[in-house]
């Protein structure tokens, strides 16, 4: 079992920040575990910055699968957490069962899925049968048709009253914990009061109980990233002026250079030997 726990993560509230990043590969987990991430999660967002889909609803449970079992080897410490994606539980609770078991067995320690009063039966479902699940709620990406494009949420009553359910709803059927996704700050900081589980924002403010980003948004791998993600590195520039250096370097036949290749220090023996090795050739 890892240290971090659900359990662990709820006593932070009030306490201690929570911290989580995502993670779809096996060095990117490893280096987010030693980093001392809370919770390393692999995120249904895979389809955007991995695969370059436009949004994330063509992500099959097959990919989510796959990549959990990747980051799941990697992470010694934090909590793994797997998303449920689109399609994976919206048509019955059987079914999403049936699929959080795949995550689990997959190695994840917990799931995640979007949305929490419509799910509110299924969470209580896995919850009792001992699988942890963590809430989304606030910018759903998974409803991304319905809101029509990706925005901040919880600019009128009725946005502030649906974010207030889910998230209630979450806690009564026994959630460990809410991504309160792209909503003003003032609502995440209400939602953050109401509730007695823990609150992790994304685009949400500084009022919750932890915060999400992901994986190639804070690295800086793509340049153009959401508002309201600080980059902390620019690992895309880097990779690109290293493979620049790498190509010029071939073009201009200064790499391989001395230390990167091995040749024969006598080149009379060198001679001899392949021509013996020349003369075998025409035997045979
Ligand atoms: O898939 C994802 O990366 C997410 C985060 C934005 C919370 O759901």
Do not use: C
Not at 15 to 26: H, L, R, W
Not at 141 to 168: K, W
């Amino acid at each position: 079992m890892r240290e971090i726990t659900p359990k662990k993560i709820i006593e932070r509230k009030g306490k201690e920040k929570i911290t989580m990043v995502t993670a779809y590969d096996y060095p990117s987990a490893m280096l987010a575990d030693k980093a001392g991430m809370d919770i390393v999660f692999v995120g249904d967002s895979l389809g955007m910055v991995v695969y370059g889909e436009q949004n994330t609803l063509n992500v099959s449970m097959e990919q989510m699968v796959f990549h959990t079992r990747a980051v799941a080897k990697a992470v010694k410490r934090a909590l793994v957490l797997a998303d449920m994606p689109f399609g994976s539980y919206e048509v019955s609770v059987e079914e999403g069962v049936r699929n959080a078991i795949r995550l689990i067995q997959a190695g994840a320690d917990a799931v995640k899925i979007e949305g929490g009063h419509d799910h509110r039966e299924l969470v209580r479902k896995l919850v009792r049968m001992g699988i942890p699940v963590m809430g989304h709620t606030g910018l759903t990406p998974q409803r991304y048709l319905r809101l029509g494009g990706y925005r901040l949420m919880g600019e009128n009553e009725e946005e502030i009253e649906e974010i207030l359910r889910d998230a209630r709803a979450l806690e009564k059927a026994g959630a460990f914990a809410v991504v309160l996704e792209f909503t003003l700050a003032d609502v995440a900081k209400l939602v953050t009061e109401e509730i007695s589980i823990p609150t992790i924002g994304i685009g949400s403010g500084p009022w919750v109980d932890g915060q999400v980003l992901v994986w190639h948004d804070l690295l800086g791998i793509y340049e153009n990233v959401p508002p309201f993600v600080k980059k902390y590195a620019d690992i895309g520039g880097m990779i690109r002026l290293a493979l620049e250096n790498y190509r010029e370097d071939v073009k201009e036949g200064k790499f391989p250079g001395k230390g990167h290749y091995w040749e024969f220090l006598d080149k009379d023996d060198f001679r001899k030997k392949a021509q013996r090795a020349l003369e075998m050739l025409e035997k045979d």
